[in-house]
């Protein structure tokens, strides 16, 4: 069985299609969208018409450069959820309106179990190294953070998650809080090679088990910044690489903390880390410092596959297609969707 997918991608900001033949990606098509650089975040409303704007050339870009035609595809895949509803509803109903019309199955895909399956992109010539079954994966981006435990392509249990804040958000707020443009997870990393991470120390969050809290660091890091700046106004300019390096090694030493505790209980050194916030150089340097040391065999994406994509569903949809997991026409999109 060799089918060919088309998945498609809209859970919050990103346009994105992708055509999948034999388990191998033949394309990962983005339509990015600056609209939001202004108000310092996304603002949904204005997601959504955008991914209106985009779907159509995007999907025709992403099949004409498969080489396929549209009645060569064997199903149409597309990110249920979770995201922001009205940019979910977007992909949702274009898939199924595709699908109707070329009387194609659909298959639903959860956007977190995409993230860790980014690993298992193959294209075209290309082959990478894949983690073995089973492995940790670290979850990060700006609406989650969460310990997967992965047992086969589809079977994946959460064993620790962040009881409020993401840790892509606390990036995002504190750089916010400095006047940094957004997105400011992307500077406080550019910054952060330049400063002494040891310049500053933040207050630690405890939580039981293998959970993580990352409200207390965004309301310490608030205070913290407002009476230095009282004392010198010019503060966080004077300051900012040493900030944004401390503020960095604070954050990613509470991610590997709990890895560590991870991959101690289940006894597992096959670790890897997905989401946006795994394209984070602080991450990517710890992480495979940490697994020199431990001995455990890491594994990091690509940059392109960090951030929001379709490759990553198409993936998934794979998985599926070969398992005959599909959903009916009446399927909707959930901004909340459990593992």
């Known amino acids: 069985m060799q089918p060919i997918i088309l998945a498609i991608e809209s859970s919050c900001d990103e ?13 990962n098509i983005i339509a990015s969208q600056a609209v939001h650089q202004k108000y310092g975040g ?26 396929v035609s549209k009645t060569q595809l064997d ?33 639903e895909v959860n956007h977190m179990q995409a993230h860790v399956l980014a690993h298992f992109i193959s294209e075209n010539g290309k082959e990478k190294r894949k983690p073995s079954f089973p492995f940790l994966c670290l979850t990060v981006s700006g609406g989650h953070t969460q310990i997967v435990l992965v047992r ?22 504190a750089a916010k809080i400095m006047n940094l443009p957004y997105p400011g997870g992307p500077l406080i990393d550019k910054y952060a090679k330049l400063g002494n991470p040891d310049k500053f120390r933040f207050s630690e969050t405890v ?19 407002r009476n230095e700046v009282k004392k010198n106004p010019d ?26 505790q991870a991959s101690e209980r289940f006894k597992i050194k096959e670790v890897a880390i997905a ?21 455990w065999n890491v594994y990091i994406p690509e940059f392109q596959y960090c951030t ?22 009446d399927t909707v999109p959930l901004a909340r969707m459990p593992l």
Request: net charge negative; aromatic share 8%.
């Open 207 to 225: 939580m039981p088990n293998l959970d993580f809290s990352f409200s207390g660091i965004k309301t310490n890091f608030l205070y913290f910044l």
């Open 308 to 329: 929001d994509n379709a490759a990553m569903i198409a993936m998934v949809a794979h998985f599926k297609y070969l398992k005959g997991e599909f959903c009916p026409l």
């Open 275 to 295: 989401g946006g916030v795994s394209a984070n150089s602080g991450l990517r340097d710890g992480l495979q410092i940490l697994g020199n040391k431990k001995g």
């Open 152 to 173: 086969d392509y589809l079977d994946m249990e959460i064993v620790g998650q962040t009881q409020d804040d993401a840790v892509g958000e606390a990036f995002d707020k």
């Open 15 to 27: 346009t994105s299609a992708s055509v999948i033949s034999n388990g191998k990606v033949l394309n």
């Open 75 to 107: 199903a149409i895949a597309f990110t249920r959820g979770p995201g922001l509803i009205g940019s979910l509803l977007v992909g949702v109903a274009f898939a199924k309106g595709m699908a109707l019309a070329l009387d194609l199955p659909l298959i």
């Open 42 to 67: 996304v603002v949904p409303e204005l997601a959504s018409r955008a991914h209106q704007q985009n779907i159509v050339s995007v999907i025709e870009e992403a099949i004409q450069l498969a080489g």
């Open 235 to 260: 503060f966080i300019a004077d300051n900012l690489h040493d900030i944004c390096a401390s503020l960095q090694k604070h954050l990613v030493n509470m991610l590997l903390t709990r890895v560590i």
